[in-house]
């Protein structure tokens, strides 16, 4: 049987290009080398696309620029194919299926993949824009009566006109300690804990820096959860895994965490993660994988936190737990994006 060319997409020009390799590096390990050609395809940090001839250990610790060579994606739908340079001349790979696991780029690959015509895996342009805008999704999230933390949110101009009332409303609504995000931004960039007047005015700056939008989140006395969603026919949701972490500040926090799956928590508050992780799916038309996270409150009430459309090292470990290798959820994974759904 003929092998299905897949490109695999990483790194690129956001702070989590790192975490990319990482997730790239164990999806391209994953992947039956029987069934697939695998092209890996990083993006670097200054936005140059190479396809990459090193091991998959140079990629997981960053060092696969120096065994790669240019070659662009083409727009083209006529031609489905990566373009490779090759003695200053551009050769055509056709592709069968592209994995991206690009951080941070809000639907505009899965915009280009949808141009070119070539399948790819998971959620399509509007699920993945809209789970990168915490003030979008959140929005969602209150329309389809989802229970969240209380936020704010504000843009530069207002900020820069009236700081002084943005922080007083925040105080009145959210108190401290408080969290300060930007709209559209990546995992723990830009964002900070603000415990006081000063450092709240301070996060509002920082923020403001890494996007033209800011949003500010009650914080939450309680446990941190998440699970994995894969559609094949219908929704499956995995175990739920409860997030460990010990550190206090946003940039800590992802490096520090841990996931014990399954979450020791009532039956109760499991539905109700199930539930919400449910209606955020079909809400922002979701499709393939997923990953939703949650709050749970020490009184048990359980508050939407995010939507993620490309899920970190967490996914594998949930499925595995329901007895799936990574490499039967990597073939899962292609044959729906070969199915020739519309992503929309």
Not at 185 to 203: C, D, H
Not at 298 to 316: C, H, I, Q
């Amino acid at each position: 049987m003929k092998k299905l060319t897949v490109v695999v997409l990483f790194g690129g020009q956001s702070p989590e290009h790192a975490i990319s390799c990482l997730w790239a590096a164990d999806m391209i390990a994953a992947l039956d080398e029987e069934k697939y050609d695998v092209l890996p395809v990083g993006i670097t940090k200054n936005g140059n696309w190479r396809i990459c001839h090193g091991s998959v250990d140079a990629i997981r610790e960053g060092r696969w620029e120096k065994y790669s060579v240019d070659a662009i994606l083409s727009p083209d739908a006529s031609r489905k194919s990566l373009l490779k340079l090759v003695g200053g001349k551009y050769k055509e790979i056709p592709v069968d299926v592209v994995i991206s696991v690009l951080h941070g780029a809000g639907g505009a690959v899965q915009g280009l993949l949808e141009m070119a015509k070539i399948p790819y895996v998971g959620c399509g342009v509007l699920p993945s824009a809209l789970s990168m805008n915490r003030i979008c999704i959140r929005r969602i999230a209150k329309a389809e009566k989802i229970p969240m933390a209380k936020f704010l949110w504000c843009d530069r101009e207002a900020l820069a006109e009236k700081k002084e009332k943005i922080m007083r409303q925040a105080e009145k609504k959210l108190g401290y300690p408080c969290f300060v995000k930007p709209a559209n931004a990546s995992a723990s960039v830009g964002a900070s804990k603000a415990k006081n007047r000063e450092e709240l005015e301070k996060a509002l700056c920082y923020a403001a820096k890494y996007d033209r939008k800011v949003i500010m989140e009650e914080a939450i006395d309680g446990g941190r959860f998440a699970c994995a969603m894969l559609k094949k026919g219908k929704l499956h949701i995995s175990s739920i895994g409860e997030i460990v972490t010990r550190a206090e500040s946003c940039d800590d926090a992802k490096k520090d965490a841990h996931i014990i799956i399954p979450a020791k928590v009532p039956e109760e508050a499991l539905a109700q993660m199930r539930k919400i992780s449910e209606k955020m799916y079909h809400a922002v038309d979701g499709k393939g994988i997923a990953r939703v996270d949650f709050f749970m409150e020490k009184s048990g009430r359980v508050l939407f936190d995010e939507f993620n459309t490309m899920p970190d090292a967490m996914y594998p470990m949930a499925w595995e737990e329901e007895g799936m290798s990574k490499t039967e959820w990597m073939d899962i994974l292609i044959s729906l994006a070969l199915e020739g759904d519309i992503h929309g």
